[in-house]
């Protein structure tokens, strides 16, 4: 199991940015082969795929959504994986997660439940 921590969310404006990170500790799997990525969620509402990232690949996944203003980037050496928001809108406000899904590469559209391991959640606001 691994043990995922993200930090670097908060509150801004429309047209702002922030970035996430989140800190992969715990397990002695080869970092190098595990599908990590964002998810979010807001209250009512199922948790939706952000952007996932093939460690050590970097092949990189985006929902629509975000395409062109998000940035999914990894520090192999830190085990960290990090999401650059830009231009961001308040339809982005939601709790984001980070996930992990070792032992696997990443695919287009995955489902939540498709991870095994996650953050606590870091809370992302921005307002109009």
């Known amino acids: 199991q691994v043990q995922l921590v993200e930090s670097g969310g908060g509150s801004v404006e429309a047209g702002g940015s922030l970035r996430l990170s989140c800190a992969a500790s715990?397990?002695?799997?080869?970092?190098?082969?595990?599908?990590m990525g964002w998810f979010r969620q807001i209250p009512g509402k199922e948790r939706e795929e952000v952007a996932t990232?093939?460690?050590?690949?970097?092949?990189?996944y985006y929902a629509d959504s975000v395409k062109g203003r998000f940035t999914i980037s990894e520090d192999n050496a830190k085990k960290t994986v990090y999401l650059e928001m830009n231009s961001l809108k308040p339809e982005d406000t939601a709790m984001y997660y980070c996930?992990?899904?070792?032992?696997?590469?990443?695919?287009?559209?995955?489902?939540?439940?498709?991870?095994?391991?996650w953050g606590q959640g870091t809370q992302v606001t921005v307002s109009s």
């Open positions: 990232i093939s460690t050590g690949v970097g092949s990189t």
């Open positions: 996930a992990a899904r070792l032992l696997s590469r990443c695919w287009a559209s995955p489902k939540a439940a498709d991870f095994n391991d």
């Open positions: 715990g397990y002695n799997y080869n970092y190098r082969t595990s599908c």
